[in-house]
């Protein structure tokens, strides 16, 4: 399956950023570094969208990429504590 646009970073933004994004029709690849927040992500909302799609890792990510895919990518701004 192809993208329309990938989001990097699944944290509170991010997640409804692609949900946001989902909603609105468009082919969502999403990612994160941690596995079990993306295992999570892909379970709570897998029914509800069937046009995100989790991938497990980088390299799967940039695979659904149309041409040039944009990429949303949040970072945290500082560290936690």
Known sequence: MKADI???GLSVMGGNLARNIAGHGFQTAVYTRSAERLRMFSEAYAGKFSNLIPCA?????CKTAIHRMPIVLLVRARPRK
């Open 6 to 8: 990938g989001v990097y």
């Open 57 to 61: 890792d980088p390299a799967k990510f």
